[in-house]
């Protein structure tokens, strides 16, 4: 990697934290867009939280993710026609970044008092 | 089903094996479009293409699908920045569509010869 | 066009009005897919709808293509925070398919009494 | 936008300069999923560009965004299945994120010798 990084670490004209800021940002607009709309029910939404986590390990500076998609806005197939797409209220994603000792804590989750998904900065830390 | 798909059957001014083929293509285009994108590297592929397969069966109308990632374009990660995202010609599915007596075998893979991903009908039986 | 689609034929096991039935189907999955989540306000939904229609148009075989997006369903923005993203049911969505002399009209709009997008073929015609 | 921005800022914890460059991350990595995939042509080039552009502007603290997709990568249409897909190395996309006297200026582009587009953080300032 190191190369690369050094590559690419001229382009940022910012702090190493800020940068990590950034990267958490990225992911959780990444996440977010890319999996809205995909076809989901109770049957698949085991394996689609798995590869949703998976496809964001795979990305830099991802430390850890846990992704968790509201089951009670999952309901029983009842018929032929009967699936629902992901929506952004169903998602709860919260991801690590890491850059050196920098740590961002970033989440994204449905805000009763928003009415929204709101996606935040929970904490940071160096150490 | 039987309620709801009464209902739907009015809708179309076309056959019964008219509509399955319709259903096939449908099918296609979303999960060619949906997932195309994706993070994707030699540690996620499997459980990607497992999702992927299971968001295609809550659809309606599938009987049967199989999606194949190319293991050759995944290359080793060899660094922090190095991920692919999931294209096009990399992916292989199938999909089989049953109404009633019906089935319609439908494919879209990258095809030498054209140098496209082709999307197209393999098969039709009734019985 | 010739060379190309007479070696794309051949993988074809079926008729050329059922090869135009699975490409609307093609073309409805996709533009449903790849728009859904997309930011949309009623300062931008025309420009959305524009653009639509034209991704559909540079696809194969389409010869018509219209999209509205239901105005009723967008709100005035109210703050900073306030935007929606696009949704099935807001789209409504016509295409025309054209392989030689046939010609496939299908629709996807929201139906009332399915509660849900319905994607369905409005006629055939073939002269 | 006062009240509710009043209440979604007590989630973040973290300076307001950090928000800003979290929300350009959000911004980047939005544009570039929803719309990698979009069919594209050297005759929908210009709608997409500007459907991008304004599909950015409706989100909260965007102040400016330029959308550019490389022409040189959009062959002539060819024939009657000759047409692309937007991938990420095609784009290069412009955002100014502001937040009272904060301006985050970020851009994501195809970097030659990365061999890879790159998101990052251009300047930063207050004022």
Same mark, same amino acid.
């Given at each position: 990697? @190191?190369?690369?990084?050094?590559?690419?670490?001229?382009?940022? $004209?910012?702090?190493?934290?800020?940068? @990590?800021?950034?990267?958490?940002?990225? *992911?959780l607009g990444?996440?977010y867009h $890319?999996?809205i709309?995909?076809?989901?029910? @109770?049957?698949?939404?085991?394996?689609?939280?798995? @590869?949703? /986590?998976?496809?964001?390990?795979? $990305?830099?500076?991802?430390?850890?993710?846990?992704? *968790?998609?509201d089951?009670?806005?999952? !309901?029983? *197939? !009842?018929? /032929?026609?009967?699936? $629902?797409?992901?929506t952004g209220p169903m998602m709860d994603v919260?991801?690590?970044?890491?850059?050196?000792?920098? !740590?961002?804590?970033?989440h994204v989750r449905y805000v009763e008092e928003l009415k929204y998904p709101l996606m935040f900065?929970? !904490?940071?830390?160096?150490?």
């Amino acid at each position: 990697m @190191a190369d690369r990084d050094e590559l690419a670490i001229k382009y940022f $004209q910012c702090t190493k934290r800020e940068r @990590a800021v950034f990267e958490a940002g990225i *992911k959780l607009g990444t996440v977010y867009h $890319q999996f809205i709309g995909t076809p989901v029910s @109770a049957s698949n939404v085991d394996s689609l939280e798995r @590869a949703i /986590e998976e496809g964001v390990k795979v $990305q830099p500076f991802v430390e850890e993710v846990t992704v *968790k998609i509201d089951r009670k806005s999952l !309901r029983k *197939k !009842r018929n /032929e026609f009967d699936y $629902q797409s992901l929506t952004g209220p169903m998602m709860d994603v919260r991801v690590t970044i890491r850059i050196s000792e920098i !740590r961002v804590f970033a989440h994204v989750r449905y805000v009763e008092e928003l009415k929204y998904p709101l996606m935040f900065i929970e !904490r940071i830390t160096e150490s």
